[in-house]
C-alpha cells in the first residue's frame, strides 16, 4: 500500500510583503490551497509559493519581544535566588566554622556572580 503524503495534493505560501520587513516573517502565517487549483482564486497577488519544508519553519511558533524579555527576567531572577542561597548557605558555613577547604574560595565565586 503506498502511503499519501499531504504535501502531494496542497500548496504553500506567504505574504510577499513580509520579506520588506524588517520583521520578516513575524506573524509566520502559512496559507494553504489545494494542489489541482481549484482554490487558485483565493491566491491573493501578495502571496508567494515556499515549499513545504519552509512552511514548516514559519508555522513553528516564536515567542515575541516582550515574551521573550519577560521570559529572560523570570530567569535572571530564579538565578540570581539561587546565587543568593548558595551565599547564604557557604556564608553559615564559614560562621559555624563548618567550611570545607574549598568553601571559601566558592563564595567568593558566588559572590562576584551576584
Known amino acids: 500500500m503506498e502511503r499519501i503524503k499531504i504535501g502531494d495534493y496542497i500548496k504553500y505560501f506567504k505574504d510577499k510583503d513580509k520579506d520588506k520587513d524588517k520583521d520578516k516573517d513575524k506573524?509566520?502565517?502559512?496559507?494553504?490551497?489545494?494542489?489541482?487549483?481549484?482554490?487558485?482564486?483565493?491566491?491573493?497577488?501578495?502571496?508567494?509559493?515556499?515549499?513545504?519544508?519552509?512552511?514548516?519553519?514559519?508555522?513553528?511558533?516564536?515567542?515575541?519581544?516582550?515574551?521573550?524579555?519577560?521570559?529572560?527576567?523570570?530567569?535572571?531572577?530564579?538565578?540570581?535566588?539561587?546565587?543568593?542561597?548558595?551565599?547564604a548557605i557557604l556564608q553559615d558555613a564559614i560562621e559555624l566554622d563548618m567550611a570545607s577547604g574549598n568553601d571559601l574560595a566558592y563564595l567568593k565565586v558566588w559572590q562576584n556572580i551576584v
Open 27 to 87: 506573524d509566520n502565517q502559512v496559507f494553504v490551497y489545494e494542489i489541482d487549483g481549484s482554490q487558485d482564486a483565493y491566491i491573493s497577488e501578495n502571496l508567494i509559493s515556499i515549499t513545504a519544508d519552509e512552511a514548516a519553519i514559519l508555522a513553528v511558533s516564536q515567542p515575541s519581544t516582550e515574551e521573550a524579555i519577560a521570559s529572560n527576567i523570570i530567569l535572571k531572577q530564579s538565578l540570581m535566588r539561587e546565587a543568593s542561597q548558595q551565599i
